[in-house]
């Protein structure tokens, strides 16, 4: 296993892991009638993107100026702009359709690779849970990226940034549902498949009204076809998110997506990150700290649940999203869902918005009280702890049915050509939905 450090991002402790090619160019497919050709730059022609020049971009984004910057992304810094609705640059500063500009660092050739990438993957691909690529500048060494512009950024910093609105049970179920459809039209309705490979909080955008859109493309992967179940690739992925089994075999598969989507549920759930070193080094790993709570017999969910909510969730959604969970990082990805199966689950548990508890929502000032306990170093194990939050609803082992969608031609090893444990009338282990998953997982996420 090789470590970039380049990559290694102090200020959340994640690690890529680097690989060792990205294929760009001609073999990436269209799902739509854009017109396509190859540029002697490597960047294939679609009649969708436009090609700014440096000084469009410059213009735009008031010449990179500070109050303009939106943050730091994957491949360098972000910038708002705005462009005319003819999607070329007004002649108007700050007028027209905003957009955001993310510039890339002249650093190597690895990270040119990755821009290459998200061109020829995003330019072929649209889809409403998909950020639209506008359009892209390559002019001596400067390479930058346009995109639409999303008002609400990332999911990560509505779960994890301090002093933020907590996110409502329904807005979070919507998102996951954005996003699980999103990765399920890589995964099974495009052209050709493909593998995400980086699903992470960070990589979900939200518009106006919290639609997801997944972004950065840059490390995805043409995924398996034909009879081959898997594509082998040197391992890259985001610690916390990335799928144990791909880390010891090397094997990546839409499976490896699954997990991913699994662990940023889970994330959604109990509004921890998968991995926090701030935190007490027995709760630092999300999914180790969980698995005592849902292993316990007669253990209830909501001791787990992120206590900003204050109890304003479906006892009965939340309960069914944790089995989804279980279902996704399954130790053997042959068991993991698709995710259009995913996305049937997730409508179902939308239906039971209706049983959230109808008292108002706690003052901001008591969200951020809540917020800055769970944060602190000094965190109780029980998420809820003595606030009051998360009174315990129904206990894990009541039974649910399972959907059974029909199943997509190429993918032979759905978890739905037999019935899974977890989806059982009659779960093992005590009724706990995790149980069978932490243990037979156990090896993996120990490596």
């Given at each position: ?306 206590p900003r909510m204050q109890e304003q969730y479906s006892k009965r959604g939340a309960y069914k999203a944790m089995k989804i969970v279980a279902h996704c990082i ?51 194990r029980h998420v809820g702890g003595g606030s009051g939050a998360n009174k315990c609803g129904p206990k894990i082992g009541s039974s649910s049915s399972a959907s ?44």
């Amino acid at each position: 296993m090789i470590f970039n450090s380049k990559q290694y991002d102090s200020s959340d402790h994640h690690l890529k892991f680097q690989y060792d090619k990205v294929v760009v160019g001609a073999q990436y497919s269209s799902t739509s009638s854009n017109t396509r050709s190859q540029t002697p730059n490597g960047v294939n022609y679609y009649s969708n993107l436009n090609q700014f020049t440096y000084r469009e971009l410059k213009l735009a984004t008031g010449h990179f100026a500070p109050e303009c910057f939106l943050g730091e992304g994957g491949f360098g810094s972000v910038y708002k702009g705005w462009i005319g609705r003819n999607e070329r640059i007004s002649s108007r500063p700050r007028m027209g359709v905003p957009v955001a500009v993310k510039t890339l660092n002249k650093e190597g050739n690895q990270e040119h690779k990755e821009w290459l990438a998200e061109i020829n993957h995003l330019g072929a691909l649209q889809h409403p849970n998909l950020v639209r690529l506008v359009g892209y500048c390559i002019e001596d060494e400067n390479r930058l990226l346009v995109y639409e512009f999303m008002p609400k950024g990332s999911l990560e910093n509505h779960l994890f940034k301090r002093r933020s609105t907590p996110l409502t049970w329904a807005k979070r179920m919507k998102i996951m549902l954005g996003a699980a459809k999103g990765l399920a039209f890589l995964h099974e309705e495009a052209e050709k498949p493909i593998i995400y490979r980086d699903f992470k909080t960070s990589n979900i955008l939200l518009d106006s009204d919290y639609n997801a859109k997944l972004s950065d493309f840059g490390l995805a992967k043409n995924g398996p076809m034909g009879d081959k179940t898997h594509v082998s690739a040197q391992v890259i992925g985001t610690q916390g998110y990335v799928d144990p089994e791909y880390v010891m075999t090397g094997h990546l598969s839409s499976k490896s997506d699954v997990y991913s989507f699994g662990v940023v549920l889970l994330e959604m759930l109990t509004g921890r990150k998968s991995i926090d070193r701030k935190r007490p080094e027995n709760e630092q790993t999300l999914i180790e700290w969980v698995k005592p709570f849902l292993k316990k017999p007669g253990g209830r969910f909501c001791e787990v649940m992120d206590p900003r909510m204050q109890e304003q969730y479906s006892k009965r959604g939340a309960y069914k999203a944790m089995k989804i969970v279980a279902h996704c990082i399954y130790r053997d990805k042959k068991a993991r869902p698709l995710m259009s199966e995913v996305v049937k689950e997730l409508k179902t548990i939308i239906d039971y918005n209706n049983d959230i508890p109808s008292s108002p929502m706690p003052s901001p000032l008591l969200f951020k009280v809540l917020h800055d306990g769970a944060s602190s170093s000094n965190s109780s194990r029980h998420v809820g702890g003595g606030s009051g939050a998360n009174k315990c609803g129904p206990k894990i082992g009541s039974s649910s049915s399972a959907s059974t969608p029909s199943t997509p031609a190429r993918f032979k090893d759905s978890p739905l050509n037999f019935t899974p444990p977890l989806l059982s009338p009659n779960p093992p282990c005590g009724g706990n939905p995790l149980d069978v998953v932490c243990d037979a997982s156990e090896s993996y996420l120990n490596n």
